[in-house]
């Protein structure tokens, strides 16, 4: 039986979550040498966590494989949900992020993503 993988996770939505994997290790090097907070333990935990991530999707994936076979009907796409919450779990960090490397963006990032808080000493004007 040969089951091409990327009928089941499509190749695009893989390329962005590990797009968005990269870009938040990028940033949060960048953040971390501006503010010269840059730890080699900090660093090997984050790429872990990534790790992690990276084993969710796979896991994912060897579930949608093996639950048809083994008799169990699924109505939701595991690895899409996975993907889809890694990517907005990487989205909040990366503003996160940005918005400390580049304080002048914080109003901007705070406004275009909405979830994202302002420190609770600022106080945000709409205008």
Known sequence: ?????????????????????????????????SMS?????????????????MLAVIFGGMCELAFPIIGIDIKIPIVTSICIYIVVMETGSI?????????????????????YKEDEDEEVVDE
């Open 37 to 53: 907070t840059f730890k080699s333990m900090k660093m090997r935990e984050g790429l872990y966590h990534k790790l992690g991530e």
């Open 1 to 33: 039986m040969n089951i091409p993988i990327f009928e089941i996770v499509p190749l695009k939505l893989l390329i962005c979550v590990f797009l968005f994997m990269v870009m938040d290790i990028i940033v949060g090097v960048i953040k971390a040498l």
């Open 95 to 115: 503003v996160e992020n940005l918005a400390e490397i580049s304080p002048n963006l914080k109003k901007v990032l705070s406004k275009v993503f909405g979830g």
